[in-house]
């Protein structure tokens, strides 16, 4: 009897849960439930992946700069910042290709401007010019290539600048381009400098750098003692030079020299309307210094040369000038649009502090002006 008992009563049970699970009202609620966890992960994962687009897809897609038909994005400011401070190591210090990002958004323009101009009149670039290059600055040297095939060096230099586009996390198709328009600025500077003389006036330019709160009228009555019997140039040199390492807050390197900007011609500096036409030993008037307006300039020109030869630096800058100047008049002939905000200049910033890598391939000395001087 009891075993009976016990029979039904698991019966009973089983029953009472398959009557429990047949419950349309529970059964109804089991869906509003499942239902609402799918509609919850469902909002979830829409707002993680409009969070992703916003943050990860779209800034990278937003136009910053064009030129005419051609476009630009803050993703290729991004690669650009990051293969211009590499540049320096394929086409020497010399080559302008902008230290910030405000600078570099410039040059963009700029070399648009000049890669769509250029063949209008006859200059350009051609792969192989390029791959000369880069197989220039990546191969060994001929020691560490002693006793090697030439297929051998070959894909030794080629797996060298792969690792180098590894590094600097630009594809070689970008990097390539960047180069062929470091390049091609390079002839058009070359082209539009073909009118810098070598022959030039010239004065021996002296400055120091003081703070408008610091003791000028003190500096000036020390200078005008100090010259007081001064009849050559190099009295008035020695004069200044002692003077500015008392008294100047310049840049380290200008100080040690005693203010000495070396032989300048017209066109290199903009203060020059300032100290051009000064007379030997006079020190010029307080000049506001439009790098730093807590500070001010004096200039003094220790010598003048009507006619001189122009050092070859002097003469790199006063080509970089006229690009300058032809660039300026190209500009007013193509459509042009650029957004650069704070907005982009910090979305900039933070990419290039989170994908900062440093390169380190050892160049040749001075491969661009072997290039151009051979590829001309």
């Known amino acids: 009897m009891a075993k ?8 009973i049970s089983n029953d009472s849960r398959h009557a429990t699970i047949q419950d349309p009202n529970l059964k109804k609620k089991n869906r509003l439930v499942f239902l609402s966890l799918g509609f919850s992960c469902s909002i979830i994962l829409i707002i993680i992946l409009v969070g992703f687009v916003l943050v990860f897809v779209l800034p990278p897609r937003h136009l910053v700069v064009s030129i005419n038909d051609v476009k630009y994005t803050r993703g290729d400011l991004v690669e650009t ?6 540049t320096e190591i394929f086409l020497g210090p010399n080559v302008d290709q902008g230290s910030t990002i405000f600078d570099t958004l410039q040059k963009i323009v700029e070399n648009e401007i000049i890669s769509q101009s250029a063949p ?17 600055v990546m191969k060994s040297t001929e020691d560490q290539n002693s006793g090697k095939t030439e297929q051998q060096i070959q894909l030794e230099t080629r797996e060298r600048y792969l690792r180098y586009l590894n ?6 198709e970008s990097h390539k381009e960047q180069l062929r328009k470091a390049l091609l600025r390079e002839k058009m500077k070359q082209w539009s400098g073909e009118t810098v003389p070598y022959v030039a006036e010239q ?27 001064a009849v050559t140039s190099e009295d008035y040199e020695e004069a200044f030079k002692y003077i500015a390492r008392e008294f100047s807050e310049d840049a380290p390197v200008i ?13 290199v500096i903009e203060y020059e309307r300032d100290f051009f036409d000064l007379d030997v030993g006079e020190l010029s008037s307080p000049i506001k210094n439009k790098d730093n307006p807590s500070t001010m300039i004096f200039f003094m020109v220790s010598d003048k040369e009507t006619a001189a030869e122009l050092d070859e630096s002097m003469r790199e800058k006063l080509k970089t000038n006229a690009l300058q100047k032809w660039v300026n008049k190209e500009r007013s002939r193509h459509d042009i649009f650029a957004e650069f905000n704070s907005d982009v200049y910090a979305w900039v ?11 380190t391939p050892t160049p040749n000395p001075d491969p661009l002006q072997q290039f151009i001087s051979s590829g001309s």
């Open 255 to 267: 100080i040690r020299q005693g203010g000495d900007m070396g032989w300048i011609p017209r066109g």
């Open 167 to 172: 590094q600097v996390q630009v594809d070689e």
């Open 4 to 11: 009976l008992t016990s029979v039904n009563s698991k019966t």
């Open 120 to 136: 209008l009149y006859g200059i350009g670039v051609t792969n192989s010019e390029i791959d000369n290059i880069i197989e220039y």
């Open 203 to 229: 004065v021996h330019l002296f400055r120091m750098v003081i703070p408008l709160s610091g003791e000028y009228e003190i500096m000036q009555t020390n200078y005008n003692d100090a010259v007081k019997n």
């Open 349 to 359: 910033g933070d990419q290039l502090r989170l994908n900062d890598r440093s390169p």
């Open 81 to 86: 910042v990051r293969v211009n401070k590499t």
